[in-house]
């Protein structure tokens, strides 16, 4: 076959084998192109997957690290709760005196459980108070170390208008006891 591709190719006339030898090289140059082409695609679209998975690993990571700080900060939340060892009453009365503050009844609630802990509450009433000296003494009460919060507070204006009636639940959560 080779003997009779060369046979034929000697018959051709200097501008055939002209025009066969641009032909060929053409037909080269345009499958070199076409592979090149097809190959520069199909890099840039790996290019493009390799950045998106990376972008998404990016992103994995920086939430990975924030669940795991979650996590750490729910761990020592949960061991603070359950070494929580506030005693409501005697808090409440350390409170009292370095404000000065005084409380008029005070009557313990029944603890309310929720899941593995319970919130110890007692209700507490003011009967006259200014704002500057309640505002204090709120802002002394809440602890988030010793997880002491009020879950409700009632304000009302006495009849003297410069002094205030406010009615408070103070609680705090603690490890609930087994049962």
Do not use: C, W
Not at 105 to 133: C, H, N, P, W, Y
């Amino acid at each position: 076959m080779k003997e009779r591709l060369i046979a034929s190719f000697a018959t051709l006339s200097s501008r055939e084998k002209n025009i066969l030898v641009v032909f060929g090289t053409a037909l080269i140059l345009f499958a070199v192109a076409a592979t090149f082409l097809f190959f520069d695609d199909a890099v840039d679209t790996r290019r493009e997957e390799i950045a998106e998975r990376r972008s998404l690993m990016e992103k994995v990571t920086v939430h990975r690290e924030a669940f795991r700080r979650a996590k750490d900060r729910e761990a020592a939340t949960l061991l603070a709760i359950q070494n929580n060892e506030t005693n409501l009453n005697s808090y409440l009365n350390g409170v009292r005196e370095t404000y000065g503050v005084e409380i008029s009844t005070i009557k313990e609630l029944k603890a309310e459980k929720k899941g593995e802990f319970q919130k110890e509450m007692i209700e507490v009433g003011i009967r006259s108070i200014d704002m500057d000296a309640l505002m204090s003494f709120l802002y002394a009460l809440e602890n988030k170390a010793r997880f002491v919060f009020l879950p409700s507070i009632s304000i009302k204006k006495r009849f003297d208008g410069k002094n205030y009636e406010v009615t408070m639940i103070v609680a705090t959560l603690k490890e609930a006891a087994e049962k």
